[in-house]
């Protein structure tokens, strides 16, 4: 299995400033990775696919780098609606997640 | 515009079956374009995939998790469902079903979620 590890676990800023989320694969995923946004009672939603590709509807401050094992997903400029846990995930051998980031 | 429903029990005792079905509206359960998936959600466990269902009834399951996973799909219905056997305590969840397409292999809709508490 492969095992993703996010940090920082929680991460504290303030609306307008820019977020780094960090996503690494215990072995080389490629490109296939995903990010997702998930806000209290809620599904999570994706955001963004084949690790800088932005899902259909999401915001341009939202972007998404990375290959191999060490991915990055930025918010450019954060927006009060944009705190909440975000999520990493992997399709290259069966689909596992990270464990997530709280943005606060 | 896609919308997917979990149902099923909320509470199951320890060994029993745990059975969960997915209605898909919206939409096409059985369109060559998308698999339909369940993942579960627990603060000690995180995200957990548990299976996929093909709208022809192929299937594919979590490795660690597929003695006690069984997926089928109901197309005359608009259904798929889950039963997960043998369940303890450590199963209970909040239980998602999914659709991915068949390209991208992402979960791009998702339902609202059923919580599963296993407790006697």
């Known amino acids: 299995e492969i095992g993703l590890t996010q940090s920082p676990a929680t991460l504290s800023l303030s609306p307008g400033e820019r977020a780094t989320l960090s996503c690494r694969a215990s072995q080389s995923v490629g490109a296939y990775l995903a990010w997702y946004q998930q806000k209290p009672g809620q599904a999570p939603r994706l955001l963004i696919f084949?690790?800088?590709k932005r899902a259909t509807g999401i915001p341009a401050r939202f972007s998404g780098s990375g290959s191999g094992t060490d991915f990055t997903l930025t918010i450019s400029s954060l927006e009060p609606e944009d705190f909440a846990v975000y999520f990493c995930q992997q399709r290259s051998h069966w689909y596992t997640f990270g464990q997530g980031t709280k943005l606060e | 515009q896609l919308q997917l429903q979990e149902s099923g029990p909320g509470l199951v005792k320890p060994s029993e079956t745990l059975s969960l079905t997915c209605t898909v509206s919206?939409?096409?359960?059985?369109?060559?374009?998308?698999?339909w998936d369940w993942i579960r959600q627990s603060p000690g466990r995180g995200l957990e995939w548990l299976g996929t269902v093909y709208y022809t009834g192929g299937t594919y399951y979590n490795p660690s998790l597929s003695s006690r996973v069984t997926m089928s799909v109901d197309t005359s219905k608009s259904q798929f469902s889950l039963k997960l056997g043998s369940v303890t305590a450590a199963d209970t969840a909040v239980y998602y079903c999914?659709?991915?397409?068949?390209?991208?292999?992402?979960?791009?809709?998702w339902g609202r979620g059923s919580l599963v508490t296993v407790s006697s």
């Open positions: 999914a659709r991915h397409p068949f390209t991208s292999h992402y979960f791009d809709s």
């Open positions: 084949d690790a800088s």
């Open positions: 919206g939409g096409s359960i059985s369109s060559s374009n998308y698999y």
